[in-house]
């Protein structure tokens, strides 16, 4: 069994000259380089001249035993990966659980066989060579770590470069935006006043010439990587079909076109209110009842729109409208299909109708507690583990949390459909109630 080893050195510690010759009859000869040593303080100085490959060591020696032994080379970082196996004539459980607890490898028992004290040090010497390699490996992965942070640093440099480009053409397209009130876009809209700017560019108040009608017109801002020729492309492909679900929870898409100039615009019915952003910033937490004034009719319209094959991909408090008009409020929900326009776009684990449940758990999850459940995009999965709503909010009814938590299951498969979610979330409510 030996006999395949390279040669390897092993150092025999024992007070007894009888069993240290055992030892080296049964081992020498098996390609391994014997060293002795007859006691404790011996053994030390012989490990610190020279490392030994492995160890074989007599626990009951005087003045220091071969448990001190172990812990002292142990508490070395230059000895402290030596495999030892403990020899002894005792065959106490409580005496191996010592050995093992020094930090013994293994534990060998007298009188020794030789099949089984050489498959034992072949064991520990394949273990040790194991070792040897993953350390290895390991120093390899920490130089290809350390590369990539290299290119990490270089490709930081360039994003910064691109985004300080990015800035200097959003001063310009906002310089551009703040001069557009007054002038009469693409022939027929009469841009009148900015109501506000986003990712996706800016929004007017705007009349139709030929029909004199008001309208909301929103100018897209293409220059600065969020909206790109690409996605422009998959916008009139997929987009603009989303704009045309037919439901009164969804903003009526009237126009969609790019200017002489280049600027691409969309136009839609112009609403009088607020956004559920407005809302809460104002109001910071809202109560049950409210959140279900919210939810529902956003579901709904989800629930068409998935049933359609659409997905919002950025379902969030500043794209819901709370409109305000003769008969009450209706909810509206904004920007269906823009999400197209960014290359790449991805919601909460993925293109499809769960990325708009998470981002649905995540505005009821605002709504419910007046913080964020992510960071970022809306849809975008939370840092670490999220602490339900119910814990910052212990009046929070526990079948609401577990609807909210479910929404924002990081397995998208575990996500309920848009109208499962209001459903669940009404019965929850009246539930609630009842309680109360």
Not at 121 to 148: C, F, G, K, P, W
Not at 284 to 300: G, I
Request: with cysteine; proline share 5%; aromatic share 4%.
């Amino acid at each position: 069994m030996g006999a395949t080893h390279s040669r390897v050195d092993i150092l025999l510690v024992d007070d007894s000259p009888a069993n240290l010759r055992l030892l080296m009859d049964l081992i020498e000869g098996h390609n391994y380089d014997v060293r002795v040593a007859n006691s404790g303080e011996r053994a030390l100085a012989a490990v610190r001249s020279s490392r030994p490959d492995l160890i074989m060591l007599d626990i009951s020696m005087p003045e220091m035993d071969g448990y001190e032994v172990c812990r002292q080379l142990k508490a070395e970082e230059a000895t402290a990966d030596i495999p030892i196996i403990f020899v002894s004539a005792r065959d106490d459980g409580a005496d191996k659980l010592q050995a093992f607890t020094v930090g013994g490898a293994d534990y060998v028992t007298k009188p020794f066989q030789l099949v089984e004290v050489l498959a034992r040090i072949d064991h520990q010497l394949e273990i040790s060579r194991l070792q040897r390699e993953l350390a290895r490996q390991n120093a390899e992965l920490a130089r290809s770590v350390e590369a990539m942070a290299e290119q990490n640093a270089e490709l930081e440099r360039k994003n910064a470069e691109l985004e300080r480009s990015h800035r200097t053409a959003d001063a310009i397209f906002s310089a551009l935006s703040d001069a557009l009130p007054g002038t009469v876009l693409a022939d027929r809209y009469r841009l009148e006043g900015k109501l506000g700017s986003g990712q996706y560019g800016a929004v007017y108040r705007a009349t139709h010439l030929g029909m004199e009608r008001p309208v909301a017109v929103r100018v897209l801002h293409p220059s600065t990587g969020t909206i790109t020729p690409e996605g422009l492309a998959r916008f009139r492909a997929e987009g603009l079909a989303a704009y045309r679900i037919n439901h009164p929870n969804s903003v009526l898409m009237l126009d969609f076109g790019t200017t002489a100039s280049g600027i691409p615009y969309l136009v839609t019915e112009f609403l009088e209110g607020r956004t559920l952003a407005e809302e809460l910033d104002e109001r910071r937490v809202l109560n049950l009842e409210r959140c279900a004034q919210v939810l529902v009719p956003v579901c709904d319209v989800l629930a068409e729109a998935h049933a359609a094959g659409f997905v919002h991909r950025d379902i969030r408090p500043e794209c819901v409208f709370l409109q305000a008009t003769a008969d009450g409020e209706v909810v509206k929900v904004l920007d269906f299909g823009l999400a197209t326009l960014r290359d790449g776009s991805d919601s909460g684990g993925g293109e499809d109708w769960r990325a708009d449940i998470h981002g649905l758990g995540a505005m009821v999850y605002r709504m419910l507690t007046g913080v964020a459940a992510t960071t970022g995009e809306a849809g975008g999965e939370p840092h670490g583990e999220l602490t339900s709503p119910r814990e910052l909010v212990p009046t929070i009814p526990a079948s609401v949390d577990a609807i909210v938590m479910q929404a924002l299951s990081p397995d998208p498969a575990r996500r309920p459909g848009a109208r499962e979610l209001a459903n669940q979330f009404v019965i929850a409510l009246l539930s609630a109630s009842r309680q109360d």
